[in-house]
């Protein structure tokens, strides 16, 4: 066996959901450079129609959809439109930031209906083709929230935690038929969600110094981790949850001890 082979991607379709801006644009063309034929979708048309120009110009066969996760019918149009699905990759969250007590119920809705419906709607669509199929790799994007939180945190962080363990549950279920299902939990990424925080040096500081690199991430830097989760260098990866954060999780604070 020839090992690089593993991560050879070539002719495989794999869709892109978010893959307009940030890591979801960063995915479509680590994907693409590994051989895939790349849809991406967006919510926002424009956006997407501009991923899918950027690989074809740079000689990539590459396709544009505009879809909204929340509307399950459109989804289920999307998948069910492929010609085939090897693989998809699901990117797209919002957040609002307010301690729980001040939430309105309104934004609570807001941000389950994107983070935790949406992605119940793809994986439900996806998961149904790829079963049909006998094959095929779904990767999520979860997040750190998943496993700790901080105030201002709580809903996104419980849909955080909430896509994972529906990923778990779809490796259980679906394994059977050849699907695998695994979940991305980046740290902080420099992208339009978090500009917020990077436009208040302070916190922005500060999140760079609770990694253990003592820095953010690029949306770049999420690409690996995708490309390996996609292809048959992961193919006995089922149901896990891929830290990408820079060892966020791995230690205990900002506090340098005298030792």
């Known amino acids: 066996m020839n090992y690089r082979e593993l991560f050879d991607l070539t002719g495989r379709e794999v869709l892109v959901i978010g893959a307009g801006s940030g890591i979801g644009r960063a995915t479509a063309k680590g994907l693409a450079d590994f051989g895939a034929l790349v849809t991406c979708a967006d919510s926002n048309g424009s956006a997407a129609q501009a991923a899918a120009a950027e690989l074809g110009a740079a000689g990539y066969a590459a396709s544009a959809a505009a879809v909204d996760i929340t509307n399950a019918s459109a989804v289920s149009e999307l998948v069910d439109g492929m010609r085939r699905l090897d693989a998809v990759v699901c990117t797209p969250s919002i957040n609002v930031r307010k301690q729980l007590l001040d939430l309105t119920g309104d934004e609570f809705d807001r941000v389950i209906n994107v983070n935790l419906k949406g992605s119940f709607n793809v994986m439900r669509a ?134």
Do not use: H
């Open 126 to 259: 996806a998961g149904k083709r790829m079963a049909e199929q006998g094959k095929g790799s779904l990767v999520f994007f979860s997040s750190i929230r998943s496993q700790v939180v901080e105030p201002g945190q709580g809903v996104y962080a419980a849909t955080k935690a909430g896509t994972l363990q529906m990923i778990r549950a779809l490796a259980s279920e679906l394994g059977p038929k050849g699907v695998r299902a695994n979940a991305v939990a980046p740290g902080v990424v420099e992208t339009p969600l978090t500009q917020p925080i990077k436009d208040r040096p302070e916190w922005y500081r500060a999140y760079a110094d609770k990694s253990a690199l003592g820095r953010w991430s690029q949306p770049s830097e999420l690409v690996g981790a995708v490309v390996f989760l996609v292809s048959d260098a992961a193919s006995f990866v089922t149901g896990s949850l891929l830290y990408v954060d820079g060892g966020w999780t791995a230690q205990d604070g900002r506090f340098t001890p005298p030792l």
